[in-house]
């Protein structure tokens, strides 16, 4: 059905290819994911599928690729829209309407479908993606997640043969990219629609896989075939592979179930303990209930057009100390987040800044001691040149004598390579680096983060965690949201989980990632009552 032969592209005045001479076939009702670090072409290979590349993105491009009959590289993708549904890595880049229900009837107004049958697929996909109660909310109102369902919603109304989504869990929830992926698995088995999806979380997405095309960080395709085979090939951290090399087991499990019965095949001692093991990196800071109260919210609600979105919330962040925010779609982490930086006025209650209230500081006053790093990282980026935002930053706060250079800055986020590039020529995960340096640059007290791990590859994350230590040690107050609980898991001292605004749990992270099941991590459900949450507890 897909059938690549050869392909190499290279965009206009690159230094090098994209994708090196790329071939693979993909059978009709296949499910195949497609993986490599970040910048190794994925995105490109994704797009050359429906024809985006090159006739949208300019470049040079060889071989022959063959979809489902049609040859993307001579034809264009008007002519391809019918047969292959794309889904972008940034939701929010695709939309043309402003409300829900008009942005999925717009495409299917454009086939010239009849209102009655536009009616009937715009209610069917509203069902399988669990969006009916979005149907008429404004699209700019929607959270990160929210958004994503939308526009594959919007994909899934034409009823193409062929889905091809770049990243569609990165801003999901636990159980809302589960449910994702099974209505995928089950579109793919029980109505034959061929899928190719591109991720870096592959711990949730393995399962549901019938194969795995990988790329090396040159754009070659290094290995393809079954993930178990995959895997034996590359190198890539996924908690449970990397718990079974640790264990020695023989076999490499992709499943939670698989994992369970190789652990007690294996006979090893279970420890019942009701109370999760200490945290014992030495890495973190050791006395943080001695360190002073950073920020410090009270009582704060906040609501939009008369809507309550955040709900008397009380919470406390000391330095040195990392507290992650998690929650559902549409909970309210992210308007959170805005308020904190005063981008977004509460109705009601505090916000105290080293003992300051922020209502009595400009955002530029504020900013300039908390970092606030956004979902979409596109909107801090205004440079031509890498390097170049960074010195905006010092800039637009009077700073002449940086407070770290921005060139170590690039080098500690893996982007002193970049630095003459265009910000937005890069991937998604490299333009969130980007835009984590020119927050980070005035080496503020408080660092804000939404979803910083969009977009990023297992080695990209290594490098932040090692970051957020670093900057625990330097007393930063840290608090970000994520849905990647696996993530989370290594770098959280606490956790509060928000539902409709309010803090419905919040406790020390091996409490909640152990024993919180919508939020336990891979290895906590592999070895119940051990206290076990990520593979460095197995190691010890």
């Known amino acids: 059905m897909i059938s690549f032969q050869n392909v190499s592209f290279s965009y ?47 470049g040079s491009i060889s071989g022959r690729i063959s979809v489902d009959g ?19 890595q940034d939701p929010e880049s695709q939309f043309i309407m402003d409300q829900v229900e008009d942005e999925i009837a717009f495409v299917l107004e454009n086939f010239a479908l009849p209102p009655g049958e536009i009616e009937k697929r715009i209610d069917k996909v509203l069902s399988i993606l669990q969006l ?41 929830d636990p159980q809302s990219a589960e449910s994702l992926l099974y209505t995928l698995k089950d579109l793919n088995e029980n109505q034959n629609l061929t899928v190719i999806l591109s991720e870096h979380r592959l711990e949730r997405i393995i399962p549901f896989c019938d194969r795995i095309i990988h790329l090396n960080h040159q754009g070659y395709l290094e290995a393809q075939g079954h993930p178990r085979q995959v895997f034996q090939q590359i190198n890539i951290e996924v908690p449970l592979i990397e718990a079974a090399k640790t264990l020695n087991w023989q076999s490499i499990p992709l499943t939670i179930n698989e994992a369970r019965q190789f652990f007690q095949q294996q006979n090893h001692p279970i420890t019942n303990n009701d ?130 250079t921005p060139q170590k800055l690039l080098s500690q986020l893996g982007l002193l390579e970049k630095a003459e590039q265009y910000p937005r020529d890069l991937s998604t995960g490299e333009r969130q680096r980007v835009a984590l340096g020119a927050v980070l640059v005035t080496k503020p007290q408080a660092i804000l983060l939404d979803e910083p791990t969009r977009g990023l590859d297992y ?15 330097e007393d930063k107050a840290i608090l970000l949201i994520t849905h990647d609980v696996e993530f989370a898991a290594q770098v959280a001292d606490s956790v509060i989980i928000l539902d ?31 206290g076990w949450i990520t593979e460095k507890d197995i190691a010890q």
């Open 275 to 404: 109370n999760p093991i200490a945290h014992t990196d030495e890495t973190f800071p050791s006395e943080k209930n001695c360190y002073k109260t950073l920020i410090q919210v009270k009582n704060l609600n906040f609501s939009y057009n008369s809507v309550p979105v955040i709900r008397d919330i009380n919470l406390d962040i000391k330095q040195g100390e990392t507290v992650v925010l998690m929650g559902v779609n549409g909970a309210g982490k992210s308007t959170l987040l805005r308020c904190l930086v005063g981008l977004l006025r509460p109705q009601s209650g505090e916000i105290l800044f080293a003992g300051k209230d922020i209502r009595n500081l400009s955002i530029a006053d504020i900013s300039r001691e908390v970092a606030y790093l956004p979902q979409d990282p596109n909107m801090m980026l205004f440079a031509d040149r890498v390097e170049d935002e960074l010195w905006i930053t010092l800039r637009n706060h009077r700073i002449q004598i940086p407070p770290i």
């Open 70 to 88: 049609h040859e993307p590289i001579k034809e264009s993708p008007k002519s391809l829209c019918h047969v292959v549904g794309f889904v972008f």
């Open 132 to 172: 009916k109660d979005l149907r008429n909310r404004q699209i700019n109102t929607l959270s990160g997640g929210e958004q994503q369902r939308v526009a594959i919603a919007s994909v899934l109304a034409l009823q193409p043969s062929i889905l091809v989504l770049d990243e569609p869990t990165s801003q999901l």
């Open 12 to 58: 206009p005045n690159a230094a090098k290819p994209a994708i090196k001479d790329i071939s693979f076939t993909i059978d009709k009702g296949e499910m195949v994911l497609l993986t490599g670090v970040s910048g190794s072409g994925k995105s490109t290979l994704l797009r050359c599928i429906n024809g985006l590349v090159p006739h949208f993105s300019g």
């Open 500 to 530: 409709h605004g309010e803090i419905i749990k919040q406790g020390k992270a091996k409490d909640i990632f152990a024993h919180y099941s919508p939020y336990m991590t891979q290895l906590a459900q592999v070895f119940p009552n051990t």
């Open 459 to 473: 080695a990209a994350k290594k490098n932040l965690i090692e970051l957020l230590k670093i900057w625990q040690l």
